[in-house]
């Protein structure tokens, strides 16, 4: 490891309190790429902040050049192909082989490439629900309920799903939007967010992971004010994980979300149906 490197410390996580610019810079290129990439539509420009980070961490550490490239190779394959909600079997097959794929990309890589056990999925923690965890999760139902229906309602956001009218595009919609769910928590939290951990504290790794996290909503259909919810909702995903060291536990919130979601998304084509939000602005 090159100077200026993070050295693990006894959990096993970085301890990098004073990160060098060059490191620090290394990966803003690579996460600010999803900006580009996926909110903005600019592949090339995309691509371009993915081969600047990795030129810059390959100057300034090794060990975040290999785990740049790992993030990087996930935002790639991502970026292959559209991320407008697509209910036809083809398009929820594209979504599926391509999500999957940059998961299993990078952890394959990491795992038996590398031979290092960084990326990982903790879902036997163990432990009983915390009464901050079981509150947490009320106050995610409840604001979920009250704040989501005025953003995909009022602003008309929900128009960049497709019109769900029949029993099988309903169905195809609950998995859809909860398979996206659970992969996003694989993906951004359990990839991303580790990787980057591995080199930087929290609150630097927990930013740069969000700004991934908000840019692929935004192409999914997030849009208009929408980051002013999947900023703080990403930030806090972040901290939750960091907090309770559970995956089971950040993909139940996020399922949550994705359960009211779900429902704003039938009511808003079925006004008759799921018509149960006393916040719907309409």
């Not at 301890?15 to 060059?22: E, R």
């Not at 799903?161 to 919609?173: A, K, M």
């Not at 992969?183 to 927990?206: G, K, S, T, Y």
Request: proline share 4%.
């Amino acid at each position: 490891m090159s100077a200026g490197a993070a050295t693990p410390d006894s959990s096993g996580s970085a301890s990098a309190a004073q990160p060098s610019w060059k490191r620090l810079l290394a990966a803003a290129l690579v996460t600010v790429s999803a900006v580009a990439l996926f909110g903005l539509q600019e592949r090339l420009i995309g691509y371009a902040l993915i081969v600047a980070g990795l030129v810059v961490a390959a100057v300034a550490d090794r060990l975040l050049l290999r785990h740049l490239v790992l993030i990087s190779t996930g935002l790639v394959v991502i970026s292959t192909m559209s991320l407008e909600a697509d209910l036809s079997n083809a398009g929820m097959a594209r979504f599926a082989i391509t999500l999957s794929a940059a998961v299993a990309l990078p952890y394959a890589l990491s795992r038996w490439w590398h031979r290092e056990d960084v990326i990982r999925f903790p879902v036997g923690t163990g432990n009983r629900w915390s009464r901050f965890e079981w509150g947490y999760l009320a106050l995610v139902a409840v604001a979920g309920y009250l704040v989501l229906p005025v953003y995909f309602l009022g602003s008309g956001a929900y128009r960049n799903w497709p019109d769900v009218s029949g029993t099988d595009e309903i169905i195809r919609l609950f998995i859809g939007v909860n398979a996206v769910g659970l992969w996003d928590e694989l993906f951004f939290i359990c990839v991303v967010f580790a990787l980057l951990r591995h080199h930087f504290p929290f609150w630097q790794a927990n930013l740069l992971q969000s700004v991934v996290f908000v840019s692929f909503l935004w192409e999914l259909g997030y849009r208009g004010w929408g980051p002013l919810l999947t900023v703080p909702f990403a930030l806090l995903q972040g901290y939750i994980f960091q907090r309770t060291r559970s995956l089971p536990y950040v993909v139940t919130v996020h399922l949550t979300f994705d359960a009211i979601i779900f429902g704003i998304l039938v009511h808003a084509y079925n006004p008759a149906l799921v018509d149960v939000f006393l916040t719907d602005p309409r």
